[in-house]
């Protein structure tokens, strides 16, 4: 069977969602064990999966990133769970929600490793993913950060992605809802997993200051 076909047939657990830190505000100040100055980030590019184990490979180990949570955001219903989201009508993207030390690591340079990690020439869908759930966003927390992703995305649309249209959409974070369990750091839980073929580092250079 191909691997993308796994997501069909992956589990509807109807398991409870842990709650995360809330969306409302950057400062992560009031998670467990998180430092003073620890701020929140949230991409969404295709299938959860494998855009949290790509963080997690590339900025785990002391290289700034203290927590990541797979969830939903960006729709209008309350409290969904991935049958719902999975339909599309929810309005909902798979997204990754972090909690970074500024001190380590940027949000800018966490939005470069975005831009770097994924196509998102792709209109609502990566890979063989298709669908609103699977499109390319960053949910913003605060003006500085809706700047800074304004500003790095323009710049990789002229330097990075010139052969397409970036169709990232660039929003404030609404109400964050965690994944069910099962999803939390899936590729670790289950080697071999589905991936999206999409994902994976591109080897752009330095975008200019």
Not at 65 to 89: E, Q, S, W
Not at 145 to 157: F, P, S, Y
Request: aromatic share 14%; proline share 7%; charged share 25%.
């Amino acid at each position: 069977m191909p691997l993308f076909l796994t997501r069909l047939f992956r589990p509807f657990s109807m398991s409870s969602r842990p709650m995360a830190f809330t969306p409302e505000s950057n400062g992560a100040s009031a998670g467990p064990n998180f430092p003073d100055g620890a701020q929140k980030a949230t991409v969404a590019a295709g299938c959860f999966w494998g855009v949290e184990h790509m963080y997690r490979r590339y900025f785990g180990a002391g290289k700034g990133l203290l927590d990541a949570r797979v969830g939903y955001i960006g729709g209008d219903m309350k409290d969904p769970g991935y049958r719902a989201v999975c339909t599309g009508k929810t309005g909902h993207a798979e997204a990754l929600q972090v909690v970074f030390d500024p001190s380590i690591v940027t949000y800018r340079q966490l939005l470069e490793f975005f831009y770097k990690m994924h196509d998102p020439t792709t209109k609502d869908a990566q890979g063989p993913d298709r669908g609103s759930q699977y499109r390319s966003a960053i949910f913003y927390h605060d003006e500085e950060q809706g700047n800074i992703a304004k500003e790095v995305t323009a710049k990789v649309a002229k330097e990075w992605w010139k052969t397409g249209t970036v169709t990232t959409d660039v929003a404030p974070a609404g109400e964050w809802y965690d994944a069910e369990t099962y999803h939390q750091k899936y590729l670790d839980e289950n080697p071999g997993g589905y991936e999206c073929p999409s994902h994976y580092l591109r080897a752009f250079p330095k975008l200019s200051e």
